[in-house]
């Protein structure tokens, strides 16, 4: 198969999370256990860090890597979802895996792969632990998909866990409460491991302490212990939180040697180290443009607390969002006084952009609905002045249609 036919293959014969939702869940680790074994288990042949969490993860998972590129590592990635090209979610140093070693390791694998029925995700789990293990990196960062516990990535033995905010998100799956949720994404915690908690959430504690406990593992809560900051070029200043639990995680992490000066090298360079994308990207000035894959009631509220800091004449919102969220929590957090220009994202989960516009009317935002989000956007660009500001969001597949 070519590379386009091997990605194809990957995106519809096997289920995947981005396009399914719930029904893409595998609640069991025994496949990707079996294809790790199949590939003679890459996963013990690298170091890594593993980070889970509701909101910030990926964003600390690039702070992370970019922090380690500078002291001179070997750095694998492996983050989720992607948000133009799939070899995004599995890099080294930067540099994505090419389409050749992707289009390879499905040819290589296929009769397991079709044997096993394996998820979307757990080959690709299996394909970047490979990819890390052959290229002989001296540590990945590993970023949950989903949740923790179950989550295919849940198969290392990290130096250091990291866990970052925990919110109502993939309540369907995780759990209706923050207790619930922050249960799965504790299990992450592997017995011994140090694990660093970005935020101390006061629902949240009880269990942190009771699993690091049972599992003997130090717990640090990085927003109460790291005094240090530094200047990051993530825009917006909810990634303070973000920043100080990564500082908690160098702290803990043995047999490397990282300085102050790397970390602020790698704090200020992370967008060029590691390619990230969708994070208070600015895209433009005059009118300003921003775009932003917050997508949960924590993290827009945070991104919303950001916007409303801006200095701007008018304010356009472009919004669409995936069909499982409960817009009851997430639509009040939106300012009233802006113009809204509703969308859907172009994928199977997308909302549909009118019951989008009669729900956010029910909550006095008003606007007119657009075929697409890239529509949505020119109008919002056709409308604006320069004195304007623009905000692209309400889910990660909105911003990827604008990339």
Do not use: C
């Amino acid at each position: 198969m070519t590379y386009q036919e091997t990605l194809d293959w990957m995106f519809s014969q096997l289920p995947m999370y981005q396009q399914k939702g719930a029904s893409a869940y595998n609640g069991k680790l025994d496949n990707i256990r079996a294809f790790a074994d199949h590939l003679d288990n890459p996963e013990r042949k690298f170091r890594s860090i593993h980070v889970a969490g509701t909101n910030g993860k990926g964003s600390s998972s690039h702070l992370l890597a970019s922090v380690l590129q500078e002291a001179g590592y070997k750095v694998g990635l492996y983050t989720s979802p992607h948000l133009k090209d799939f070899r995004e979610r599995i890099r080294i140093n930067g540099q994505m895996i090419t389409e050749e070693q992707v289009v390879n390791f499905i040819r290589e694998n296929r009769q397991f792969l079709d044997a096993h029925r394996l998820s979307f995700f757990e080959m690709t789990v299996g394909m970047a632990f490979d990819h890390f293990a052959r290229e002989r990196v001296d540590v990945a960062v590993i970023e949950v998909g989903l949740g923790g516990r179950l989550d295919s990535t849940n198969i290392i033995i990290p130096e250091v866990s990291l866990i970052t905010n925990i919110g109502l998100d993939h309540t369907e799956m995780l759990g209706d409460s923050i207790s619930k949720i922050t249960r799965e994404k504790a299990g992450i915690i592997k017995p011994g491991v140090p694990v660093v908690v970005s935020e101390w959430q006061e629902e949240a504690v009880p269990v942190y302490e009771e699993i690091a406990e049972a599992m003997g593992s130090p717990l640090i809560y990085a927003d109460k212990t790291v005094k240090h900051s530094y200047k990051t070029a993530l825009l917006g200043t909810y990634q303070d939180k973000n920043m100080k639990g990564v500082i908690g995680v160098l702290d803990k992490l043995k047999n490397f040697r990282v300085s102050s000066q790397h970390i602020e090298a790698g704090f200020l360079k992370v967008i060029e180290n590691t390619g990230l994308m969708g994070r208070w990207q600015v895209v433009q000035q005059a009118p300003k443009l921003v775009y932003d894959t917050a997508h949960n009631m924590e993290g827009l509220s945070l991104t919303m607390q950001q916007l409303q800091s801006e200095d701007f004449e008018d304010l356009h919102l472009v919004l669409g969002f995936v069909k499982e969220k409960n817009l009851d929590l997430i639509l009040p957090l939106f300012p009233k006084d802006a113009i809204y220009y509703f969308s859907r994202p172009d994928i199977p989960r997308g909302l549909d952009v009118e019951v989008l516009k009669e729900k956010a009317a029910a909550y006095g935002l008003m606007g007119d609905v657009y075929a697409s989000v890239p529509e949505a956007l020119d109008q919002a660009l056709i409308r604006a002045n320069v004195r304007d500001m623009i905000y692209v969001g309400g889910s990660t597949f909105t911003v990827a249609d604008v990339l």
